[in-house]
């Protein structure tokens, strides 16, 4: 039995309670633990009821195991698109954790939706571009700058010869090219793309390394909006002839491809990767 953790490491994932988020969790905590490392997952989002599921998930899978009491969930009920509440509410999130404790940070950026597919010339309402903004975009950029000024002691003080920060910003095909009835959430991934970007050129890459994944066409919740989007998109018709099929990529395969990314570090600071291209035989299409 393990009497001691090897390291302490930190999970924070944005949209936990569901989906992706969910697979990320699992598969991280997972492979910490079997490192013999402790464990400390913070998971943000408005569902209150997916955050507990996500929760018990991860204490099931780590139950009965030598490193059980290495791992410890925390939980944030928080609307990250309601901007009125957001500072006071991730402020008082962030203050049950201390930097100190940890060898290393991982800031995985994954909450998000898509609403009204449309033309980007069938818009007339200005709420919808702020609603859609103020969740996909401006809390997402918040958020990761305020957890970087959280724990920036961990860069300053590194402890391992692995970057102490680790950014992981959840984007998409979208984020680099046009998709028709998708303009707004191609604009909102293409805004988030080069403000990662950008920080990764603001650091040292051994020290805070920034990573733009897009984690593969996947059956998330996302897809049941994307079902209902107008005939004219070439996007929508191929993600729901995909969907029919059963050939979307497995959440968990596209977990598991991002933890091995990391772990091997090749990657350049603020490079966009596709699951596609690093593991096809998640394509299955």
Known sequence: MEDKPKQKVLLFITGGSRGYGTAVAREFTSK???????????????????LHLTKEALVDQAKGSAVERFLSVFLGVVDLGDLNTLEKKISDFLSQFNPREYNQAFFVSNAGRIEKLQRASEYRSLKDFKDNFDLNVTSALYLTSTFLSYFRLLVEQPSSSKPAIWIVNISSLAGIQPMEAFSLYCAQKAARELFYKTLAAEEDPSQLKVLNW?????????????????????AVSFLKTLRAKGQMTPQDGSAAALFELLEKNEFKSGDHLDVYDHFPHLKLF
Do not use: C, H
Not at 217 to 223: A, I, L, R
């Open 214 to 234: 897009a984690p593969g066409m996947m059956d998330t919740g996302m897809q049941d909006d994307i079902s209902t989007g107008p005939e004219f998109s070439g």
């Open 32 to 50: 910490f633990l079997q490192k013999g490392f402790a464990v400390d997952v913070a998971l943000l989002s408005r569902d209150s009821i997916g």
